[in-house]
């Protein structure tokens, strides 16, 4: 299958091409706005991969794709906080099938109705969201909570290690919404917090606690509508150093307050300037997944799954699910379905094991005490 990465020498697509340069039946072939960094990516590459200039924005995108021949887009080349669907569209109005590395709300969220019949006419399969979230962490709540009689709240916590590469354009995605008023299911009910504010506690298997505020990503959205009976779903991001964490929180501030409209505007500064902090940190990062519910015997349970990510591998993980799914893609596996799909249910948590032992990733399960329920029926992490 002749697959084409779009955003494919950038920050994650350069490690999917890297994975899937020289996968059995796959063509690589490595696209981006600049034809000279893309044909010299993909000459880096230990396998035969070509690059080509592709813009997103052209007229003629179907055209240019189906020209191509691509029978696979992977699109990696965010933010997708602002982004309409008209490369998906151009994908499947190409033939094409189509993994994206979304983790904007909105666009993930309202991928399957907005697509699934464009995709389903064309034949071909869609997938939003093939990234640490929801398509790991989804992947995760069904392995922790499997055989359960249900689950009463999810809490996510993800901790990047300070030294890991960071991209310009993730940056800027997640200051568009610090601060900003996040929907967010407690209680069993919608309530608004803002991102990035009023940093909590957060403990892991591996690391040093840390302190974790929360982010705006679908599965705020998504989970509660997989998962019946759900009270809470929670999603936090916790920097290694205190004062970069404590940073975000006064950025959130300021936008409350009305002193700094648009954050997201300070990305190419603090993308420039963030390494002054490398310093201060290490490269160990890491994620954790706790949920609380009732067990198969029908005692109250709670159970977490931790992994360390070392020697800055951490920005491996978002790139594993799309890695995976093109994997099948190429082996003309016919267990994915028509239509357009949030990356939820597609992949088991098993899946993921042979690329973390590849990045020399530890995973723990951890059975933990059930923790008292607050007054208004919200667990507190």
């Known amino acids: 299958m002749k697959t084409l990465v779009l955003g494919g020498y950038g920050n994650f697509g350069a490690r999917i091409c890297r994975a899937l340069a020289g996968c059995p039946g796959i063509e690589l072939l490595v696209a981006g706005r600049d034809a000279q960094r893309a044909t010299a990516f993909a000459s880096s590459l230990d396998a035969a991969a070509s690059g080509v200039r592709i813009d997103v924005q052209a007229a003629d995108l179907a055209g ?102 960071r991209g310009e354009a993730t940056l800027a995605g997640v200051l568009a919404y610090c601060g900003e008023p996040i929907r967010v299911w407690q209680g069993g009910r919608w309530v608004e917090m803002p991102g990035w504010a009023d940093p909590a506690r957060v403990e892991f298997a591996r690391m040093k606690p840390r302190r974790g505020a929360l982010c705006d990503i679908p599965d ?57 902090f490398d310093a201060l940190g290490t490269a160990l990062g890491g994620m954790v997944v706790r949920v609380e519910g009732t067990d198969a015997q029908g005692r109250p349970a709670r159970r977490a799954w931790h992994i360390a990510a070392d020697d800055n591998h951490g920005p491996e993980i978002p790139c594993m699910a799309a890695i995976l799914l093109a994997r099948r893609f190429a082996k003309g596996e016919a267990t994915l379905p028509v239509g357009a799909n949030a990356c939820m249910g597609l992949l088991a948590l098993p899946e993921f094991e042979p690329e973390f032992a590849r990045w020399g990733m530890v995973t723990d399960i951890v059975e933990e005490a059930p923790i008292a329920v607050t007054g208004h029926g919200a667990p507190a992490f």
């Open 64 to 165: 240019t794709l189906r020209g191509l021949g691509v029978g696979l887009v992977i699109h990696t080349a965010g933010p997708f906080q602002n982004q309409d669907y008209r490369v998906p569209q151009a994908v499947a109005a190409a033939g094409a099938h189509y993994i994206d590395l979304a983790d904007g709300r909105r666009f993930v969220c309202d991928f399957p109705a907005a697509l699934d019949a464009t995709f389903r006419h064309a034949g071909r399969t869609a997938v939003s969201g093939a990234s640490t979230v929801p398509a790991l962490s989804s992947a995760v709540v069904d392995h922790l909570a499997d055989g359960w009689q249900d689950i009463r709240s999810i809490d996510i916590c993800i901790a990047p290690a300070q030294g890991a590469p």
């Open 220 to 276: 705020l959205e998504l989970f509660p509508a997989r998962y019946e009976g759900v009270q809470s779903v929670m999603f936090r991001a916790a920097l290694e150093v205190e004062l970069t964490q404590r940073a975000f929180a006064f950025l959130a501030f300021m936008r409350r307050a009305g002193l700094l409209p648009a954050p997201q505007k300070l990305a190419s500064l603090l993308h420039a300037t963030g390494g002054m």
